[in-house]
C-alpha cells in the first residue's frame, strides 16, 4: 500500500508549554491534529478557571492555521483543589478533564497531590459529574525502583481508585509496561490508556547501550523489549481501550544534555508519519485509525471527527529537521531508529 487516507487524528496528551515555545508548538499540532488534551504542568500550574480561560485563549490564538482545533485544557489537581472550582469550571466548559500528578513524580509536579487517598472526595464529585481522570501512573519514593514504578502505582493506587469509583472515567496515560496493557484489558471500559509514540518505538537499551541518549530520556523510563511488544500489541489491539497521546514534552537542548537531564521528548513534529511507518513495518497498517482517530474518541464521547488526512508513501526516506528552534532554545525533534517513507500529502479542512 502506497497511500493511505485515516480520519483526522487526535493528540490525547501534549505540552504546550508557554510563551514563547507556546506559538511555534500550537500551530505544530493544530495543523495535524482536531483536538487535543493540554497538560496542565506549566511553571504555574492551572489550577483555577482564571490561569485555564487565559491558558485556552492563548493556544486558540495561535492555532488559526486549523479552524477546527480544540484544545482541551486540564487542572492540575493539588491538595488544595477546590472542588467547587474544578465542577463549574467542568460545567461551563472551561477545562475537560483533571490530570492526577504525584508529587515530585515529573516535569513541574512539585505541587501535585502527596496523598491519593486525601483526593477521594474530589474523585467523588468527579464521577458524579462524569469528569475524566487522566492520570501519571507512577509512584515516587525512593525506596522504589524507577524501572517498577508504574506497576507499584497500579497496585497501591489505581487498583483502590478503580474499585472505589467504578463510574470515574479513567486515562492512565503514558503507559509504558505489559503489567499496565494487561490490567487495563482486564479492567472495566471506564479505564482506557494513552500510549507514546516513543514508548511503542523504544526500549531502555536504546536508550542505554554503548553510550547515552539523553534525548530518549522520559518518564515514565523506558522498559524493557517485552514490555514495548505488548505495547504495540495493545496499540494493534481491536478492543479499542488504547489510543495515542503523544506525550510530546519539549525542552531545550541545554537541558536535556546536561548532568542533570530533564524528561521528555519532543515528537510533534512527525508523530503520524512515524507511527505510520510503525504500523506498516508490522504489517498493522489497517489498524492505524483506531489508534490515532478513534479510540479516544470513543473514550471520552466525543464524536470522530469527519475530516481526512492523506499520507503517501514515499521510495525514498524523508529528512526530518533536527531541531525546532524558537527564539534562543533548541528543541530536538524525535528521530526513529527506523527510516520512514510515509509523508502527510494533504490535511482536509
Ligand atoms: O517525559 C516526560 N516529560 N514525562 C512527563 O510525564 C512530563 C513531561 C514533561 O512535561 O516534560
Ligand atoms: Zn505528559
Given amino acids: 500500500m502506497n497511500s493511505l487516507e485515516i480520519l483526522k ?3 490525547w496528551h501534549v505540552h504546550f508549554r508557554e510563551s514563547p515555545l507556546l506559538e511555534k508548538l500550537v500551530p505544530e499540532t493544530s495543523k495535524v491534529f482536531n483536538r ?10 492551572i489550577t483555577n478557571s482564571k490561569i485555564a480561560s487565559l491558558y485556552k485563549k492563548k493556544i486558540l490564538k495561535y492555532s488559526t492555521n486549523n479552524p477546527f482545533f480544540n484544545p482541551l485544557i486540564t487542572f492540575y489537581l493539588n491538595d488544595e483543589m477546590s472542588i467547587n472550582e474544578l465542577v463549574n469550571a467542568f460545567k461551563e466548559k472551561i477545562i475537560f478533564a483533571a490530570k492526577l500528578y504525584p508529587l515530585g513524580a515529573t516535569t513541574n509536579s512539585s505541587k501535585g497531590v502527596s496523598k491519593i487517598s486525601n483526593m477521594f472526595k474530589i474523585f467523588e464529585k ?8 487522566l492520570i501519571h501512573g507512577e509512584v515516587n519514593k525512593k525506596e522504589i525502583d524507577v524501572f517498577n514504578r508504574e506497576k507499584v502505582f497500579i497496585e497501591d493506587h489505581l487498583t483502590p481508585i478503580c474499585k472505589n469509583f467504578p463510574n470515574l472515567k479513567i486515562t492512565l496515560e503514558h503507559i509504558t509496561t505489559k ?12 479505564l482506557k490508556a494513552s500510549i507514546t509514540p516513543h514508548h511503542l518505538i523504544l526500549n531502555r537499551t536504546d536508550m ?25 500489541t495493545a496499540a494493534f489491539n481491536e478492543n479499542q481501550k488504547f489510543f495515542l497521546g503523544t506525550d510530546s514534552a ?18 510533534t513534529i512527525n ?9 506498516d513495518d508490522n504489517g498493522m497498517l489497517n489498524s492505524l485509525e483506531n489508534f490515532v482517530s478513534r479510540n479516544g474518541a470513543i473514550h471520552y464521547e466525543l464524536p470522530f471527527n469527519t475530516q481526512k488526512i492523506k ?21 530536538k525533534i524525535f528521530r526513529p531508529p527506523f527510516n520512514v517513507f510515509w509523508e502527510i500529502e494533504k490535511v482536509e479542512e
Fill in 126 to 133: 468527579m464521577s458524579e459529574y462524569k469528569i475524566p481522570l
Fill in 311 to 331: 499520507l503517501r508513501k514515499n521510495s525514498s526516506p524523508i529528512k526530518f529537521e533536527n531541531f525546532l528552534t524558537i527564539k534562543n532554545l533548541n528543541i
Fill in 179 to 190: 503489567f499496565a496493557v494487561n490490567f487495563v484489558n482486564e479492567s472495566s471500559s471506564n
Fill in 36 to 45: 487535543a488534551i493540554v497538560m496542565p504542568n506549566l511553571i504555574e500550574p
Fill in 271 to 279: 508523530s503520524i508519519e512515524t507511527l505510520t511507518q510503525l504500523f
Fill in 9 to 11: 487524528p487526535d493528540d
Fill in 208 to 232: 542505554l547501550e554503548h553510550k547515552i541518549k539523553p534525548h530518549y530520556y522520559c518518564l515514565p523510563i523506558l522498559k524493557k523489549e517485552e514490555d514495548r511488544k505488548a505495547l504495540l
Fill in 250 to 267: 519539549p525542552h531545550d537542548v541545554q537541558e536535556k544534555e546536561n548532568a542533570c537531564g530533564c524528561a521528555g521528548i519532543f515528537n
